[in-house]
């Protein structure tokens, strides 16, 4: 059972708290939006790892985080935390922003004092920051999403602060893009591919990411309170707030639990595997200039912010799985966009669409994933640490042993032909799968009819275990 306070049904959210809350993932997803677009890009151009070095860098680095999260969400939810503090929370949040402000900036400047060692030196080097790294990364996460049914007193003020907190994930993105667009832009190899001479660049980008994320995160941690100072709770409590809640045992034995995991993995393979193999699709398939690496990726978020704002009408119109086939269908149209690559005007133009499908799909998508997950856990917020830690983790393993596949597979010993379109396979047939997956797992929920301004659910005898989740999502027009 969970030691936090009930949720009170008169306590609402001030624009102060949902403001200050909604900035405090903005490290996490600035440093994020590096690891994932410029990692691979860093250490194959600019290090010059080989493909399946640049690939064990993020594979230890994903498998970490995965193990992190789980066991930062256990922590949190339980009586003997290593963090002993009525503020646990925020006291992980803490210790996950110190780990990532002394190590992040680390992973992305040439191997101090060992610059000149052997590649699997240096990867023994670049593994410590990376591990320190994903650990705090984990904790601010986990602490951060599990204070989402703490601060919120109801499944609308979670759904709305879940979708200010991405409005900041974007904006956090979009940032990155601009930042490295300046940067590149502003050097002398702006019409080059990228290189070792590019050092320099990527240096000042990641200071200038961890600086403004710390900015926020202080902005996050005084002005959240996690504890609330609540009189006479026990006589506010509702029969609903009494009852049995599930841990960790209880969500191990529920289906439902695996299948919206499978949903949110299948989500995140769409959604990470795009933002990772666009820049070596620009730089090793189709050679464009080092600008293109942030003009590209940039053009991607901006999509994929829009359509996020067009979500919630949506809901109001069509049934969830259309819109989840919507998504889909917009993951698929830029895979098959990619085949014709070959004219210039694709190289100017036809890049940028690609691009501004791939990130309204992905947008479409983690929406609904990060929804779905929040109306899974519903009042169980005492173990919805656990719940973030494993979604979180099937999603950080599959991400790492795809890229390591991905990487390992991608070798001299190809043809030239099919060295060249490598990276063009794996952003049509891969993330064009993952989409097609995470519609499948999704499909045998939509039993529901709706029309527009209601919602009519229709529910199986083998579904009634799922009730609460289906009143939750009913409430939140997430079934409509």
Known sequence: MSSYPPIINGFSLSWREKLCYSVGHILNDLCASMWFTYLLVYFHYVLEFSDSLSGVILLIGQIVDGVATPFVGI??????????????????????????????????????????????????????????????????????????????????????????????TVISNITVYIITWTAFGLSSSATSTISPENVDQFRKIVFIAVAIGATFSAIFFFGVKENRDVTSESQERTQSQEKQLKGILDWLKEWKFYKVALLYMSTRLFVNLSQVYLPLYLQDTLNLPSTTLATVPLSLFVSGLFASLLIRPLRLLLSKKVIFSIGVILGLVPSILIWYDSSEVYKQYGVYLVAILYGAAGSVLLVMSLAITAALIGDNIGSGGFVYGAMSFTDKLSNGLAVFLIQSFHST????????????????????????????????????????GTVAVEVSENDREAEPLLRSLREENLLA
């Open 75 to 168: 922590q949190i939810g339980s009586k003997f935390s290593f963090i002993c503090t009525e503020n646990r929370c925020k006291g992980w949040y803490l210790f996950g922003t110190i780990c990532v402000l002394f190590s992040f900036p680390f992973i992305f400047q040439p191997c101090l004092g060992c610059q000149d060692s052997h590649k699997w030196a240096q990867l023994i080097y670049y593994a410590a920051f990376v591990t320190i790294f994903q650990i705090g990364w984990a904790a601010v996460q986990i602490s951060h999403l599990t204070l989402i049914p703490i601060l919120a007193k109801d499944d609308r003020a979670r759904t709305e602060i879940t979708s200010y907190r991405y409005a900041c």
């Open 413 to 452: 010993s190809l043809s030239p032909e099919a060295y060249h379109g490598y990276y063009k396979w794996i952003l049509s047939v891969v993330c064009g799968s993952a989409a097609i997956l995470g519609l499948l797992s999704a499909t045998p929920n939509t039993l529901d009819k709706c029309r527009r």
